[in-house]
């Protein structure tokens, strides 16, 4: 069964870059056919989807979120990872990482609450 | 981009009673909509995926149905357990984007 973690710090503080790592076990994130997500969740809030990478290293990221995101995976480590520069408080949010088999997401990480504040 | 519209955005409901939520997209998505369940403090979890097709595990009183813009959650024969926040996703063009969010209060 594939279980995903997110780590990193829960307090970033404004203007610096938010840097969260997913780690993937139970399974290879080079299996075939799978993208490794970043999905959000503003407190009390609905669900964001912020973007996608494949093992081989293509991406899609939300237009939204564009300019200040960037997803980068690495094999070895079997983990992946979400920064995002130049953060506000609207940035404080619930981060997931999930894996999306085609279209949806069938395992998710618990999340991880990150605080923007000074 | 689509805008996924959820109805109810809350409903308060009784043991064995049956739900109904609705998710209507801007446009068509065909069958590429996909219901999720979120209890208070976890992460989402899948039920539903390409409109009516149950995932693994999911007990057989969800279903799903529609197609294009109109879609169904249904939870037949409603479950203590069932007190969550449920989410339509739409998987046909980028951005994926969710739907506002059901939440179901447990009378």
């Known amino acids: 069964q594939v279980q995903l973690q997110e780590s990193g710090p829960g307090l970033v503080k404004p203007l610096q870059t938010l840097s969260l790592t997913c780690t993937v076990s139970?399974?290879?994130?080079?299996?075939?056919?799978?993208?490794w997500s970043w999905i959000r969740q503003h407190p009390g809030k609905g669900l964001e989807w912020i973007g996608n990478i494949h093992y081989t290293g293509s991406t899609y990221y939300n237009p939204s979120l564009k300019s200040r995101v960037s997803i980068s995976v690495d094999s070895s480590k079997n983990q992946f990872s979400l920064n995002l520069n130049s953060v506000t408080a609207a940035d404080t949010a619930v981060y997931y990482c999930?894996?999306?088999?085609?279209?949806?997401?069938?395992?998710w990480g618990q999340g991880t609450l990150v605080t923007v504040s000074s | 981009e689509i805008v996924l519209t959820q109805s109810p955005d809350f409903q308060s409901v009784t043991p064995k009673e049956k739900v109904t939520i609705t998710c209507r997209a801007s446009q068509s998505v065909g069958s590429n909509l996909h219901w999720y369940q979120q209890k208070p403090d976890q992460s989402p979890k899948l039920l539903i995926k390409y409109a009516s097709q149950s995932f693994s595990g999911v007990p057989s009183r969800f279903s799903g149905s529609g197609s294009g813009t109109d879609f169904t959650l249904t939870i037949n024969s409603l479950e203590p357990e069932d007190a969550a926040t449920y989410y339509c996703h739409q998987s046909s063009s980028l951005p994926h984007i969710f739907g506002q969010g059901t939440r179901l209060e447990i009378k």
């Open positions: 999930a894996r999306i088999v085609r279209d949806y997401g069938d395992n």
């Open positions: 139970g399974g290879s994130i080079t299996s075939g056919g799978y993208y």
